[in-house]
């Protein structure tokens, strides 16, 4: 054997574990591995924010909605009615022909997330009376006697009151939707001067 042949040492395959080959048993550096782990990290991250952020949104928004309606409500109802006639634009919405006659009107309008309403009370004649309820789309022969119309929740915010001694005569004009429907009860004592009050109320 020559010094040249004696010189020559085999190489060895590098085993998994040594230095110069990290990795693991699949042969995947760490590097890539934890670069692997961060990738998936972050796209989780962003599909959460993408879903939660909105859905939050959401339930904050409906939320405050619903609050923001029982505040308004709370607020008209502290006020009371105001001694006005509601506009033009309001009584075309809730559909409501007051007629030029009528004096000491009274209304308020309160609106949340479920219904807007619009209270309305007033003095006319028996032939405003008529005008009226034809405006609206009904007529007296609709009105029962005896029956009020107007729920428990709407005297608690006008603080009306219906009670014995008087001649009450009330009916409910019902649209189809998006159209108010209209309770209307009216104090008949009087004939002559009957006093209308009516909550006309729209729903989306």
Known sequence: MTAAEQNIVPRQPPSSGSAGS?????????????????????????????????????????GQSRRSGKDKEFEASAQGLREDWPSGMQRRIFELPIPGNAIGVQYYETNNWKASRMYVKFRTTSAGLDRFLSGVGTGRAALETGRVTIAERDLKITGWYFGPGVDWAGTVHKNKKPRPTQNITVNMTDPAAPVVYVVSAATP
């Open 22 to 62: 990290p990795g693991d048993g699949d042969g995947t550096p760490p590097q890539d591995r934890r670069r692997t782990i961060r990738r998936r990290l972050i796209t989780l991250t962003i599909i959460v924010l993408l879903i939660g952020i909105p859905a939050g949104y959401l339930v904050i928004s409906a």
